[in-house]
């Protein structure tokens, strides 16, 4: 209560609280790779030698959106599919997720990997280094792109089959 006349006191604003942004999904500016929509890159966008792109793959058996790099690969033509390598960077039988690694130095510094001589894929967890020139045979028969080239891990990382349709590079399905 206040007398008659009284002017009520002055209420202190309300503190305004900032909450950040959270920070950007990078995987949402990677190209979603699904069955309606398979295409990844054009052959243009991959015409030298090593150059690589980061994807994003819808796995049609788990419904999750995979992880995935293409390279492309100094053996066969731009136009082929034996001139590429797709695969996914979640490594098989652990929780490590698995770099395209280019920079030769980091091979040699990061991975202990002295012979590195191109681009190749590492584990960072265990520090296995693969070899997208070296194909490698795993249980039941089947040669893999991948091949270990020092390390300890089990098998290459799990590949995606590449198409080529109309000039454009299409993931067709994941091992």
């Not at 980061?54 to 066969?76: C, D, I």
């Not at 991975?111 to 191109?118: E, P, Q, R």
């Not at 089947?142 to 091949?147: A, H, P």
């Not at 089990?154 to 089959?161: H, N």
Request: one cysteine or more; hydrophobic letters at 40%.
């Amino acid at each position: 209560m206040r007398p008659r006349g009284a002017e009520a006191p002055a209420v202190a604003p309300t503190p305004q609280i900032e909450i950040p942004a959270p920070a950007p999904d990078a995987s949402a500016a990677l190209p979603h790779v699904t069955e309606t929509q398979p295409g990844i890159a054009s052959v243009g966008e991959m015409v030298e030698p090593w150059s690589f792109k980061e994807f994003m793959y819808r796995n049609r058996l788990s419904g999750e959106n995979v992880p995935a790099v293409l390279v492309r690969l100094p053996s066969g033509s731009a136009g082929q599919r034996a001139g590429y390598w797709a695969f996914s960077l979640n490594a098989p039988f652990d929780n490590c997720r698995l770099e395209y690694v280019a920079e030769i130095e980091k091979l040699k510094t990061d991975y202990g990997y002295l012979a590195a001589k191109h681009p190749m894929v590492g584990n960072p967890c265990s520090r296995t280094v693969f070899d997208p020139l070296k194909m490698m045979s795993i249980p039941g028969g089947v040669w893999v792109r991948g091949g270990i080239a020092q390390g300890s891990d089990l098998r290459p990382p799990l590949s995606i089959e590449i198409g080529i349709r109309n000039g454009e590079i299409l993931a067709d399905r994941m091992e």
